[in-house]
């Protein structure tokens, strides 16, 4: 049999199959590694470029060459209750879980709680033991945040991160849902609206306060219902508990997330004023609690699984040198209408 006009003295490299299928090196790459972002007619050419030149990869030398661990990083900087309480982190774990199958790339959990476990958490990520890391959940003076992107880590914000200027993030229009959600109160003839807001030192918890204060404001009421929350169910009841205290007269509230807003419902169940007759209650999120309320919420629904999976395909993208905008993806938020509201 006559060699191929492709075949090389000594053994092939990626370089060649790159150069023979007429793809980039990335492209050569992510087909040689089982990546699943390549066309099939680039994933075609390569395969016959691999065929040709009998191109065999040496995995041992490749990862000694990349400095590649084979792994991703899931990072949540919130305390164990939060992870295992609140269905907005199951939908992340998930979300990420699924959006890797193809990649053979194994996902780590890191938890960093503020302090000496968030120390541990950067000397883990930055000293090689990951080859890049999606980072959900964000505080303002977040150091964490910080040293990872200072580092030159890939990684890819759930949420925008505050505080770190960092053009690769996928988020939620969190300012508008909590304005449409507010204005939907107001065009229902809700006139003395509260909000639960959630913490002032996260993303979620500035914008959406932010979106509640628009609204009211164009419609020229009050805005001075505000009791703040920790997006917990306990913090939710508490707050829910101070703003009946203070505003004995309200007749709608706003709740920065779901779990509180579920929270917010049983308090006004115990105090017996009835949902929505004498107070409509408002949520966001839409993964899960929403329907299983008492009434059921309504609430602004934001779409978690394709903003995990747009955040852990920008992710492959970077580990595999490919060019990738450097640009946040914002995802539109949409009322999901129930009998709470």
Excluded: K
């Amino acid at each position: 049999m006559t060699p191929s006009p492709l075949a090389r003295r000594g053994a092939p490299t990626i370089r060649q199959v790159a150069a023979a299928a007429g793809v980039s090196r990335a492209t050569a790459s992510r087909v040689i590694n089982g990546g699943n972002l390549v066309s099939p007619q680039a994933r075609a050419a390569v395969e016959r470029a691999i065929a040709e030149l009998a191109f065999v990869p040496n995995p041992v030398a490749r990862n000694l060459a990349t400095r590649r661990t084979g792994s991703v990083a899931l990072v949540v900087p919130e305390p164990n209750n939060r992870l295992l309480t609140d269905p907005f982190f199951g939908g992340i774990v998930n979300g990420l879980s699924l959006a890797l199958d193809d990649s053979d790339l194994q996902m780590v959990l890191v938890i960093a709680r503020r302090g000496a476990s968030t120390e541990r958490a950067s000397r883990y990520l930055t000293q090689g033991h990951v080859d890049g890391a999606v980072v959900a959940s964000h505080h303002r003076d977040d150091a964490l945040n910080r040293e990872l992107v200072d580092s030159g880590l890939p990684c890819v914000f759930l949420g925008r991160p505050l505080d770190v200027r960092h053009p690769y993030y996928v988020d939620v229009d969190h300012t508008a849902g909590a304005r449409m959600a507010t204005e939907h109160l107001i065009a229902s003839g809700r006139t003395r609206i509260a909000t639960i807001a959630g913490p002032p030192d996260m993303t979620a918890g500035v914008d959406r306060l932010a979106g509640w204060r628009e609204a009211m404001r164009t419609a020229g009421h009050a805005d001075d219902a505000v009791e703040f929350g920790d997006f917990t169910a306990r913090g939710g009841a508490a707050a829910m508990a101070r703003l009946l205290e203070a505003h004995p007269d309200l007749d709608a509230v706003f709740v920065a997330n779901d779990l509180m807003a579920s929270a917010a419902l049983t308090h006004l169940a115990q105090r017996g004023r009835r949902v929505p007759e004498e107070i409509a209650v408002f949520g966001f999120d839409d993964i899960g609690v929403a329907e299983t309320t008492d009434p059921p919420l309504s609430t602004v629904a934001q779409p978690l699984d394709q903003m995990v999976a747009r955040a852990a395909v920008m992710l492959l993208a970077l580990l595999a040198g490919e060019e990738v905008p450097p640009q946040p993806i914002l995802y539109e938020a949409r009322l999901s209408l129930r009998e709470s509201a």
